[in-house]
T-cell receptor, first 114, second 112 residues
């Protein structure tokens, strides 16, 4: 069983629409959750992290966490062509702020169509 | 700050050759990591370090070795390169108590 699962996509959305990216994880001891964006040929960069159940908003991005369902999602509002990238979900079983033992999903490729 | 730097950017090795991938960070971060990323796959942890002189194996350590003699440097050694080691290698660092992994630009390695 994969520890962190994501649909590989591609997920295609029109410009201006909401993109919804989903991730499930298997370790109930997971403490913190991250979304990284990776452009083709580039390194990952952090866009959101979340610890607690519920929603966390930062600009056009909202991360949602449901620990009971072992589910974390990322919503991108008003999607722009520049959002086209692969989005990696990452799950940390270490304590928040301590050593990170992180497992990455395989990523969802997002395509925003102008 | 330069952040996390990696050298070389690209390398082609022949089977059986050895090489060292260099990683340096200038942010005084405690934690450093080496990952590999195969096409269409996520990042797999090779080795990590929680401080100078302390290293430990990750998920896929076979065929690799590391050292951490200083806070800044975390080189990854490949001994007896094999085609299965063809991948993109990323080094990352995290400050103590931090959340964000800062990644280097990556080294694209091909073993023929």
């Amino acid at each position: 069983q994969k520890e962190v699962e994501q649909n590989s996509g591609p997920l295609s959305v029109p410009e201006g629409a909401i993109a919804s990216l989903n991730c499930t994880y298997s370790d109930r001891g997971s403490q913190s959750f991250f979304w990284y964006r990776q452009y083709s040929g580039k390194s990952p960069e952090l866009i959101m992290f979340i610890y607690s159940n519920g929603d966390k908003e930062d600009g056009r991005f909202t991360a949602q966490l449901n620990k009971a369902s072992q589910y974390v999602s990322l919503l991108i509002r008003d999607s722009q062509p520049s959002d086209s990238a692969t989005y990696l979900c990452a799950v940390n079983i270490g304590q928040p702020g301590g050593y990170q033992k992180v497992t990455f999903g395989t990523g969802t490729k997002l395509q925003v169509i102008p | 700050n330069a952040g996390v730097t990696q050298t070389p950017k690209f390398r082609i090795l022949k089977i059986g050759q050895s090489m060292t991938l260099q990683c340096t960070q200038d942010m005084n971060h405690n934690y450093m990591y080496w990952y590999r990323q195969d096409p269409g796959m996520g990042l797999k942890l090779i080795y990590y370090s929680v401080g100078a002189g302390i290293t430990d194996k990750g998920e896929v350590p076979n065929g690799y070795n590391v050292s951490r003699s200083t806070t800044e440097d975390f080189p990854l050694r490949l001994e007896l390169a094999a085609p299965s080691q063809t991948s993109v290698y990323f080094c990352a660092s995290v400050r103590g108590g931090g959340n964000e992994q800062f990644f280097g630009p990556g080294t694209r390695l091909t073993v023929l």
